[in-house]
């Protein structure tokens, strides 16, 4: 992929993320529940997203345990790791292609 590819393809997804934020009241979302029946469900979590109100949430539904995480935000398995992201981080991660370099880390790790 050359380089002027992927500008025009992070422009390009920029556009899509514009176009969908402005139109965000229309559309219809559909939700995930993070229900746990066995308390013993741990979720690891970074300590850096305690400036946010997720993990008041899932101390609710699992066993949560904080640690500085090296990868990702959440662990919920072995197999299973969450990068959380607001909408300017994720364009910026784009365009600076940290998001790829933290994609290829998950991908080692979990």
Same mark, same amino acid.
Request: hydrophobic fraction near 35%; charge should be positive.
């Given at each position: 992929l050359?380089l002027?590819?992927f500008?025009?393809?992070?422009?390009?997804?920029v556009?899509?993320?514009?176009?969908?934020?402005?139109y965000?009241?229309?559309? +219809?979302?559909n939700? $995930?529940?993070?229900? =746990?029946?066995?308390?013993?469900?741990?979720? /690891?979590? %970074?300590?850096r997203?305690y400036r946010?109100?997720?993990?008041?949430?899932f101390?609710?539904?699992?066993a949560?345990?904080?640690?500085?995480l090296q990868?990702?935000?959440?662990?919920?398995? +072995?197999?299973?790791? $969450?990068e959380?992201? =607001?909408?300017?981080?994720f364009?910026s991660? /784009?365009? %600076?292609q940290?998001?790829?370099?933290?994609?290829?880390?998950?991908?080692?790790?979990?």
């Amino acid at each position: 992929l050359l380089l002027t590819d992927f500008k025009a393809l992070v422009r390009k997804e920029v556009q899509t993320f514009q176009f969908l934020k402005n139109y965000k009241p229309v559309l +219809k979302y559909n939700t $995930v529940k993070c229900e =746990s029946k066995n308390p013993r469900v741990k979720m /690891l979590i %970074d300590s850096r997203e305690y400036r946010s109100m997720f993990p008041l949430y899932f101390h609710q539904k699992f066993a949560v345990q904080i640690q500085t995480l090296q990868i990702g935000d959440y662990v919920l398995s +072995k197999e299973c790791v $969450v990068e959380r992201k =607001s909408l300017d981080d994720f364009k910026s991660s /784009l365009l %600076d292609q940290r998001a790829v370099i933290q994609l290829e880390r998950q991908e080692l790790n979990y």
